[in-house]
């Protein structure tokens, strides 16, 4: 079972939509969580981090459920430069600086 | 605006042939990490170090790969000899002092596209 996994993808969807993206992680003594946005042919960039209670970033919300070790991300309004691939990213365990991505999960918004 | 330098941007070479990818890290920065990138496994890790020192290179195939920091502004990622599943996008990253696991801050290159015939 690979660390971290994602739907590779693609997701569809048209302006205005809402899209939601999962990810699952194997190590429960991870305790730190981020998504990553990565545009076509160009290095990964950190969107937002994603703590135990939640949090929201303009359109943007992540969330975290240890219990069942998966964290997701919303986007709301969908905008065509939202289109890219979303890499979940976690700490393989506490207090190691390892951070593993997952396969990422690519979106495309249309007009 | 301080980024993350890498070279070459793309390289093309023939199996058996050494390949040497450098880094230079943001200024500042005392982590380093080397990933590299195929549509297959995405970006996995291959080393990292903490103020030059290398804390970790497990995700290395050591036979033929080697990674160094010979000063705090140089990394440096050898495949000696290459082949051709080498073939894929080697991203260095830096991070600033402190935790990069707490602030998931990881500054990456533009990455080298590396190609082995």
Redesign the interface.
């Given at each position: 079972r690979k660390e971290v996994e994602q739907d590779p993808g693609p997701f569809n969807v048209p302006e205005g939509a809402t899209v939601a993206f999962n990810c699952t992680y194997s190590n429960s003594a991870s305790?730190?969580?981020?998504w990553y946005r990565q545009d076509c042919r160009?290095?990964?960039?950190?969107l937002m981090?994603v703590y135990s209670s939640g949090n929201e970033d303009g359109r943007f919300t992540a969330q975290l459920n240890r219990a069942s070790q998966y964290i997701s991300l919303l986007i709301r309004d969908s905008k065509l430069s939202d289109s890219a691939t979303y890499?979940c990213?976690v700490?393989r365990s506490y207090?190691?600086?390892?951070?593993?991505?997952?396969?990422?999960t690519r979106l495309q918004v249309f007009p | 605006d301080a980024r993350v330098t890498q070279t070459p941007r793309h390289k093309v070479t023939e199996m058996g042939q050494e390949v040497t990818m450098r880094c230079q890290p943001i200024l500042g920065h005392n982590t380093v990490f080397w990933y590299r990138q195929t549509m297959m496994q995405g970006l996995e890790l291959l080393a990292y170090f903490r103020n030059r020192a290398p804390l970790d290179d497990s995700g290395m195939p050591k036979d033929r790969f080697s990674a160094e920091m010979p000063d705090a502004t140089l990394a440096t990622l050898k495949i000696q000899p290459s082949e051709p599943r080498d073939s894929a996008v080697y991203f260095c990253a830096s991070g600033p002092p402190g935790d990069p696991a707490n602030t998931g801050e990881l500054f990456f290159g533009e990455g080298s596209r590396l190609t082995v015939l």
């Open positions: 305790q730190s969580f981020f160009k290095e990964p960039k950190l981090s890499l990213v700490e207090n190691t600086d390892k951070l593993i991505f997952g396969t990422g | -």
